[in-house]
């Protein structure tokens, strides 16, 4: 199984990118997207479960839409109004984690390699 991740890029702040997850193999229960900032933790961003429920950090709710397209067994993250602490490296998952831990990056057995947002002001 295999996660590839693009779409990143150098944006002004206020403006728009989509990120685009590809997976090839089986499938999962959740996919989700993480960052890393430079000099701070992987944090969650937001994830995508099964059943097309959606998760999302609180400081992206109503700027970001996770999404998923079972049938190209894609992941994409729309993401608008993006603010300079939005600079981050951009990371897709894939995993079973249980409902209640889904925000956590241990629930997530597959990692894309990551895709670099930059947000200028």
């Known amino acids: 199984v295999q996660l590839q991740a693009s779409g990143g890029g150098l944006v002004q702040a206020g403006g728009s990118l989509r990120l685009t997850c590809t997976a090839s193999g089986r499938t999962f229960r959740s996919y989700a997207w993480f960052r890393q900032a430079p000099g701070k933790e992987r944090e969650f961003v937001a994830a995508?479960?099964?059943?097309?429920?959606?998760y999302y950090t609180d400081s992206v709710k109503g700027r970001f839409t996770i999404s998923r397209v079972h049938t190209k067994n894609t992941l994409y993250l729309e993401m608008n109004s993006l603010k300079l602490e939005d600079t981050a490296v951009y990371y897709c998952?894939?995993?079973?984690?249980?409902?209640?831990?889904?925000?956590?990056?241990?629930?997530?057995?597959?990692w894309g390699q990551g895709t670099l947002v930059t947000v200028s002001s």
């Open positions: 998952a894939a995993g079973d984690p249980i409902l209640s831990s889904i925000r956590a990056s241990a629930g997530y057995r597959v």
């Open positions: 995508f479960n099964y059943n097309s429920d959606t």
